[in-house]
T-cell receptor, first 113, second 114 residues
Framework: DGGITQSPKYLFRKEGQNVTLSCEQN?????MYWYRQDPGQGLRLIYY???????QKGDIAEGYSVSREKKESFPLTVTSAQKNPTAFYLC????????????FGDGTRLSIL | AQTVTQSQPEMSVQEAETVTLSCTYD???????LFWYKQPPSRQMILVIR??????QNATENRFSVNFQKAAKSFSLKISDSQLGDAAMYFC???????????FGTGTRLKVLA
């Protein structure tokens, strides 16, 4: 079955460390997205990509970086510049038709050690 | 910039009763799409229902229906015959036709009382 796989499910970061969250999809979707979810704040867009080798900043991109070298993959790196990284991170994908919904992965919970 | 507002942080409903969750949005576009997503305790995001802005008819999916008022920029979700499995966070989302970004509200936590 097609879907989106996020790994790991739980991740711990030490101070000053960069960590990378994985997102892979086999839905043949062109667009991929990263969201951060904090209590009471809904989903906030970090980065999104509509095509391979291209991506755009979302509303809260500072302290994060992404790459899109393959259609199937859109990894998110949380850098040491992100001072408050503890959150639930969701990856999503969609075809480029607005009447189609986004499909989501199961998320990664990132915590600070 | 487009915004989505869910003014009810939490709602409760008795099992088998009906509940309506509110959502308003702000946009200058005429062509857009709206969605309701459900996030149960497992934190999976599940599509509940979608609405195209150009359609006047309100979308319906089994026990779930929307009241779409385009002029008022309102998109409420009605859940009929509420079940214990309906307990979840519900997010309203707006799909921007210019940027292909999806903008989410802050969510409404729905509790279903047995």
């Amino acid at each position: 079955d097609g879907g989106i796989t996020q790994s790991p499910k739980y991740l711990f970061r030490k101070e000053g460390q960069n960590v990378t969250l994985s997102c892979e999809q086999n839905l043949n979707h062109d667009a991929m997205y990263w969201y951060r979810q904090d209590p009471g704040q809904g989903l906030r867009l970090i980065y999104y990509s509509q095509i391979v080798n291209d991506f755009q900043k979302g509303d809260i991109a500072e302290g994060y970086s992404v790459s899109r070298e393959k259609k199937e993959s859109f990894p998110l790196t949380v850098t040491s510049a992100q001072k408050n990284p503890t959150a639930f991170y969701l990856c999503a994908s969609s075809i480029e038709q607005l009447n189609q919904p986004q499909h989501f992965g199961d998320g990664t919970r990132l915590s600070i050690l | 910039a487009q915004t989505v507002t869910q003014s009810q942080p939490e709602m409760s409903v008795q099992e088998a009763e009906t509940v309506t969750l509110s959502c308003t949005y702000d946009t200058s576009e005429s062509d857009y799409y709206l969605f309701w997503y459900k996030q149960p305790p497992s934190r999976q995001m599940i599509l509940v229902i979608r609405q195209e802005a150009y359609k006047q008819q309100n979308a319906t999916e089994n026990r779930f229906s929307v009241n779409f008022q385009k002029a008022a920029k309102s998109f409420s979700l009605k859940i009929s015959d509420s079940q214990l499995g309906d307990a979840a966070m519900y997010f309203c989302a707006y799909a921007d036709s210019g940027t292909y970004k999806y903008i989410f509200g802050t969510g409404t936590r729905l509790k279903v009382l047995a």
